[in-house]
């Protein structure tokens, strides 16, 4: 009797200091979910999810504040796997933050544009170049598609446009398959 | 004469047969100039020639039409003619998708025995600069024209140990290097010796497949009595002929995994592209025609002809009898990779080596689409030593990191697993497919990682900024000569300031 | 007279052009062509009630597939004709005693397909051998009607009559005509503490042995010709042997009055035809080349410890389960060196 009691609350003792040893060693520290969140988004910094770019969204994520399911860009795919990564189940995209729409860029129509400025002030990723009273020019290659630039130009000369198209937006489609042996993907509710 | 090479196992490939007595049991004939030739001007990759010439300007025999800028080949005019339009045509491509073209109207009086010498000739190679060689290629608009017509000047950019000339053409239907061989082996043994002065190779292999008694007799006639190449027939084994297969073949070396064969002193260049730098640099002549083998049930009188860049497909089959009542595909290159095309307006150009006409009675798949039961076949034949069928679920379910980890780059398409699988899994098509998703990923996350860079140095700019703002408010009141703005301390604490109020966000929150 | 030029229409599609020549009814269809010398021997041996068995069987497998596939919705054509089900049958049949009652090959098969085969997604899904799921529940449910085997040799064969009475009749005559299989004498006899050359040195088992290895020839030729026809891979039967000898070799060596010789494991029972047939089952084996030589090893070896120590006479079923089960992970751990890649 007394050696049963003693054997099995020496292992509890073992292995709850085991237990208390690994939580320290292998603490998670908080910088690098964040780090791994971020790493998720799709880093559009469009403020749909109401947080002025994706790493604020990806620390509210971290500490509770926000949802999942805020980042219209990321879509359904990045909701997924936000959820994989948080252990939490998936759920469909909040629509009050926006829908999912195919990757665009800016355009600004250059014989309207008087070189106002306010569209390079409110880029998030200096993706316009130009200077007062000069010419402004989205580079094609850092554009998020965002879409900020639109709101504040006074003569409405940005314009989005599909990111690719023609024979650049080709890619080989996923094969027809037969019913017969069509694997049912569960969607997300 | 060529001292014997021990050849080297490879994993997986078959003996298929090889369908190519019809297109090679004649001399090769001369295509006639057709009334328009239509020259793409997208090249290797996706970036397109700049085009020289506009609509209504006439040109000569051999003119450079359009101009390759970055990595791509310069198109040269086939026949002298007028240009007609600079539109969208129809090319052999997967996507269907029409590609701007230049659209000649060939002179009528054109005749194919004309030959463009655009530039000297340079007999004297052998004491030639190599760097000037090298420009005589890149000027001829000279591309791999084994298939993958990457620019053939790009290549011969690094010294290398050993020079492979690939004759092992291993693709079913397909044989317009056999007929190469056998008709112009010393234009290819001239090439070759000029491709190894250029990168400085101390081996040069040419290699045969052993079926091609011929072309085999026609080199060693050609070599006499020289032993700098060494002709090496390899058995007949589909995809041998791959670059990569072939240099593990010859060599017993792998090319590593997202490496090219100059990563370990190899360089392999097809035969039809060993002519055409010999005849670029003997005679001046710019890339404007190559051999085409236009052959299957589907036409009535298969052969190999030499055909000018830009002939339409339609054209082409004319001289070669025309369609046969039942023919229902048309496909450029071979059966196992060659490209379906919806019309036969497609033009031929560098990377086209064969027409391959089917039957509808060839094409119908005598059973549907079943699930796979991991028979293993696929694996068993795969060169790439992959696992076909795990590939396949997981490119199915979407698990795009499965996939990048199963090593899908690696497969080169040769289309053995969907050859064997005994459930007709359109195999190829899926690793397609996974291939582009792969590449939009990839995409997506460079995009991304540059995004973040931006929005980061930007965010830190702003806060500098600011900071800067409120000393420069804070030195009015106090004079302050010594900012310390300068202060390391001082700035590397503002950085983390940016990066808290970036973290900390929430009270932006809406 | 000239004809108007018409545009020509062409079909397109993906690389490879030409369909592939082979198809999963091709490879069902081989199987069962390689099983026909086995099956042969087995009849003559045996009788015909063999080949009622495998008619039984057949028939309930198709009947239990169109069942399920109806309630699927999925086609029933492509699914019935490609010859997995009477695969199954043929399989599960070969294992049953030639007088089995009928209903054990209707259970047997009803567990095999629906249980088996389509709950876990139908042909090509299955993580279990479903012939051998049918198996050891019948095996393990009505271990009297399985364990009862009529004597082997000519004079041995049921008379029809008598045969369709134990089938469909409920007759059952195996308490008078029941002889003990070679595995079933050893493990009954050593248990009394014979030797095993003493349990061999009787000439009713020593002629039952000789005729259980004819039998595994006849395996063995069908299986031979399966690989020359590439249906199955090499590493299947080579690591059933070499699991074989990792384990009887050592036990015989040791003691050889205790344990049988590897050669005697390999040649009586149900080894040859698992080696070559049942643990080659593509879809519930192994999949990458390393993967199915331990599969098969695994086989093997499970086989001689529950003969030896196990429950059952023959242990080829449950090795086959138990390693099915195992399959996947091998898989993941065991995959190929990529070409260009290092391992």
């Known amino acids: 009797m007394i050696e049963a009691v003693l054997a099995l609350g020496g292992l509890g003792v073992l292995l709850g200091a085991l237990l208390g040893w690994a939580a320290v060693r292998f603490r998670r520290?908080?910088?690098?979910?964040?780090?791994?969140?971020?790493?998720?988004?799709?880093?559009?910094?469009?403020?749909?999810?109401?947080?002025?770019?994706?790493?604020?969204?990806?620390?509210?994520?971290?500490?509770?504040?926000?949802?999942?399911?805020?980042?219209?860009?990321?879509?359904?795919?990045?909701?997924?796997?936000?959820?994989?990564?948080?252990?939490?189940?998936?759920?469909?995209?909040?629509?009050?933050?926006?829908?999912?729409?195919?990757?665009?860029?800016?355009?600004?129509?250059?014989?309207i544009c008087i070189?106002?400025?306010?569209?390079?002030?409110?880029?998030?990723?200096?993706?316009i170049i130009g200077a007062p009273k000069l010419m402004h020019t989205v580079l094609i290659d850092a554009c998020t598609g965002c879409d900020l630039c639109i709101a504040p130009c006074p003569v409405d000369c940005i314009h989005m446009l599909p990111a690719r198209s023609g024979a650049a937006a080709w890619r080989a489609p996923r094969p027809a398959t037969a019913r017969m042996q069509r694997i049912e993907l569960v969607r997300v509710p | 004469m060529n001292g014997t090479v021990a050849l080297h196992g490879l994993h997986g490939g078959m003996h298929l047969p090889g369908h190519k007595i019809a297109a090679s049991a004649d001399a090769s004939r001369e295509c006639p100039l057709p009334p328009t030739l239509v020259l793409p001007l997208s090249g290797y990759g996706g970036s397109l020639a700049r085009a020289l010439v506009a609509p209504g300007d006439r040109v000569s025999l051999g003119q450079e039409l359009a101009h390759a800028d970055g990595s791509g080949a310069h198109v040269h005019a086939p026949a002298a003619g007028t240009i007609v339009a600079i539109e969208l045509r129809p090319v052999a491509n997967a996507s269907g998708l029409h590609m701007p073209c230049i659209v000649l109207a060939v002179d009528p009086d054109a005749r194919t025995d004309e030959r463009a010498i655009l530039w000297p000739p340079i007999p004297d190679w052998m004491h030639a600069d190599p760097r000037s060689l090298l420009e005589r290629i890149a000027d001829a608009g000279i591309v791999g024209l084994g298939g993958a017509a990457f620019p053939t000047a790009l290549k011969l950019g690094y010294p290398v140990e050993l020079l492979v000339i690939n004759g092992a053409e291993c693709e079913p239907w397909i044989a317009c290097d056999e007929m190469l061989l056998r008709e112009s082996a010393m234009e290819i043994i001239t090439g070759a010796r000029i491709m190894r002065r250029i990168v400085g190779a101390t081996r040069m292999m040419l290699a045969i497949e052993d079926r091609m008694q011929e072309a085999g007799a026609a080199l060693r006639a050609a070599l006499d009595t020289h032993t700098d190449i060494q002709l090496v027939e390899v058995p007949t084994i589909f995809p041998q002929g791959g670059e990569r297969q072939l240099i593990r073949v010859l060599t017993g070396s792998e090319v590593p995994s997202g490496a090219y064969p100059v990563d370990i002193g190899v360089l392999c260049h097809n035969v039809g592209t060993a002519a055409a730098v010999c005849r670029a640099v003997v005679h001046g002549e710019p890339l404007i025609e190559r051999l085409v083998s236009v052959t299957g049930p589907g036409v009535r009188a298969a052969g190999t002809w030499r055909v000018r860049l830009g002939t339409p497909v339609e054209w082409l089959v004319a001289q070669a009898g025309g369609y046969s009542a039942d023919a229902a595909r048309v496909v450029l290159g071979g059966s196992m990779t060659g490209t379906a095309i919806a019309t036969d307006a497609v033009p031929i150009v560098k990377a086209s080596n064969c027409v391959l006409v089917l039957t509808a009675a060839q094409l119908r798949d005598p059973a549907p689409e079943l699930p796979c039961i991991r028979c293993g076949e696929c694996s068993r034949v795969c060169p790439a030593q992959l696992l076909p069928q795990q590939l396949h679920w997981y490119i199915r379910a979407s698990d795009w990191d499965a996939v990048e980890d199963h090593a899908l780059r690696d497969c080169i398409e040769c289309g053995l697993c969907a050859q064997v699988c005994p459930s007709h899994i359109p195999l190829v098509d899926w690793y397609r497919h996974g291939k582009a998703e792969l590449h939009l990923r990839a995409d997506a996350r460079r995009r991304a990682d540059a995004a973040r860079e931006r929005f980061e140095a930007r965010t830190l700019r702003l806060a500098e900024t600011e900071a800067e703002r409120a000393q420069r408010l804070a030195g009015r009141g106090k004079q302050s000569a010594d900012a310390p703005l300068d202060d390391p301390i001082a700035a590397a604490l503002q950085r983390a300031a940016a990066r808290k109020a970036i973290d900390g966000g929430s009270d932006h929150g809406a | 007279m000239a004809a108007p030029i018409m545009a020509r229409e062409f079909?397109?599609?993906?690389?490879?052009?030409?369909?592939?020549?082979?198809?999963?009814?091709?490879?069902?269809?081989?199987?069962?062509?390689?099983?026909?010398?086995?099956?042969?021997?087995s009849t003559l041996w045996f009788g015909v009630g063999l080949l009622l068995q495998i008619a039984l069987a057949c028939v309930f497998a198709l009947l239990a597939e169109a069942a399920m596939l109806q309630l699927r919705g999925r086609p029933l054509r492509p699914f019935l004709s490609d010859l997995s089900a009477p695969v199954t049958g043929v399989l599960f049949a070969l294992c049953l005693p030639p007088w089995a009652p009928w209903w054990i090959a209707a259970i047997g098969m009803l567990s095999a397909i629906v249980l088996a085969k389509h709950l876990y997604g139908g042909l090509g899904y299955n993580v279990f051998n479903p012939a051998m799921v049918g198996y050891v529940v019948v095996l393990i449910a009505f271990t009297r009607e399985l364990g009862a085997w009529p004597g082997l040799g000519p004079g041995s064969a049921l008379e029809p009559g008598v045969l369709l009475h134990a089938v469909f009749g409920g007759g059952q005559p195996w308490d008078a005509m029941a002889q003990a299989t070679p595995l079933d004498s050893l493990r009954e006899q050593l248990g009394q503490g014979r030797t095993v050359a003493e349990i061999r040195s009787g000439p009713e088992l020593a002629a039952a042995v000789a005729r259980s290895q004819w039998l595994a020839l006849a395996w063995l030729l069908g299986g031979l010709w399966l690989l020359q026809q590439r249906v199955i891979h090499w590493q299947v039967p080579v690591g059933v042997a070499a699991g074989v000898l990792i384990v009887a070799a050592p036990l015989w060596l040791y003691d050889a009055g205790r344990h049988a010789s590897p050669l005697f494991h390999l040649t009586t029972g149900a080894t040859m035809l698992g080696a070559f047939f049942i643990a080659t089952d593509p879809v519930s084996g192994a999949a990458t080349p390393r993967g199915r030589l331990l599969f098969g090893a695994g086989v093997g070896a499970l086989c001689v410890l529950i003969r030896r120590y196990g429950a059952y006479p023959d242990g080829i079923a449950f090795a086959v389960l138990l390693m099915n089960a195992v399959a996947p992970l091998l898989d993941r751990w065991l995959r190929p060196r990529v070409f260009g890649r290092s391992r």
């Not at chain 1, 070189?115 to 993706?127: E, H, R, S, W, Y």
């Open chain 1, 115 to 127: 070189g106002c400025t306010k569209c390079i002030l409110a880029c998030p990723v200096d993706a």
């Open chain 3, 11 to 41: 079909r397109l599609g993906g690389a490879p052009h030409l369909p592939a020549a082979n198809s999963v009814q091709k490879v069902m269809l081989k199987v069962l062509l390689a099983l026909l010398p086995g099956i042969v021997l």
């Open chain 1, 29 to 111: 520290a908080d910088a690098p979910l964040v780090d791994a969140i971020d790493r998720i988004l799709p880093q559009t910094q469009c403020a749909q999810c109401g947080f002025p770019g994706c790493r604020p969204y990806a620390a509210a994520i971290a500490r509770g504040d926000a949802d999942i399911n805020q980042c219209p860009p990321g879509g359904e795919a990045g909701v997924r796997a936000l959820a994989t990564l948080l252990g939490r189940e998936p759920k469909p995209l909040d629509a009050t933050h926006g829908s999912e729409k195919p990757p665009r860029i800016a355009w600004i129509d250059e014989d």
